[in-house]
C-alpha cells in the first residue's frame, strides 16, 4: 500500500508553533528525499525543506531558516516539520511528499493541511 497522510495543521496567532506530521506506508524512507512544501493563496507552491537521503542534508526556504526543523521517525516510519515563530506569511496548504530526488515534484504526495497564521 502507498499512503502519504499530513496532520497538525490549524490556527495559529502569530509568534506561535505547530508541528505537522507526515505518515508514510509502503516507501522505504531510505531511499526516498523527503520533502514539505507550501502554497499560499495567489502564489506557486514552494519547497520549505527537503531532506537528501543520500547525505542526510537538510535545506530550508531561506524565510524559514531557524524558525523551521525538519525530524524524522524511522520507528513510525514518519516525519515532521516543526514550525516556530510563525508569521502570516507563513500561511498556507502545506504538503509533505516523498520524492525521488529534491528539486522536483516527481513522487507521492499527501492531501495537504491548511496552516493559517492569524491574529
Known amino acids: 500500500q502507498v499512503q502519504v497522510v499530513e496532520s497538525g495543521g490549524g490556527l495559529v496567532q502569530p509568534g506561535g508553533s505547530l508541528r505537522l506530521s507526515c505518515a508514510v506506508a509502503?516507501?522505504?524512507?531510505?531511499?526516498?528525499?523527503l520533502a514539505w512544501f507550501r502554497q499560499a493563496p495567489g502564489k506557486e507552491r514552494e519547497a520549505v525543506s527537503c531532506?537528501?537521503?543520500?547525505?542526510?542534508?537538510?535545506k530550508y526556504e531561506e524565510s524559514a531558516k531557524g524558525r523551521f526543523t525538519f525530524f524524522r521517525d524511522n520507528s513510525e516510519n514518519a516525519f515532521y516539520l516543526q514550525m516556530d515563530s510563525l508569521q502570516a506569511e507563513d500561511t498556507g496548504v502545506y504538503y509533505c511528499?516523498?520524492?525521488?530526488?529534491?528539486?522536483?515534484?516527481?513522487?507521492?504526495w499527501g492531501q495537504g493541511t491548511q496552516v493559517t497564521v492569524s491574529s
Open positions: 511528499a516523498v520524492l525521488i530526488l529534491c528539486g522536483n515534484y516527481y513522487g507521492s
Open positions: 509502503g516507501f522505504d524512507l531510505d531511499d526516498y528525499d
Open positions: 531532506v537528501n537521503h543520500r547525505d542526510g542534508t537538510t
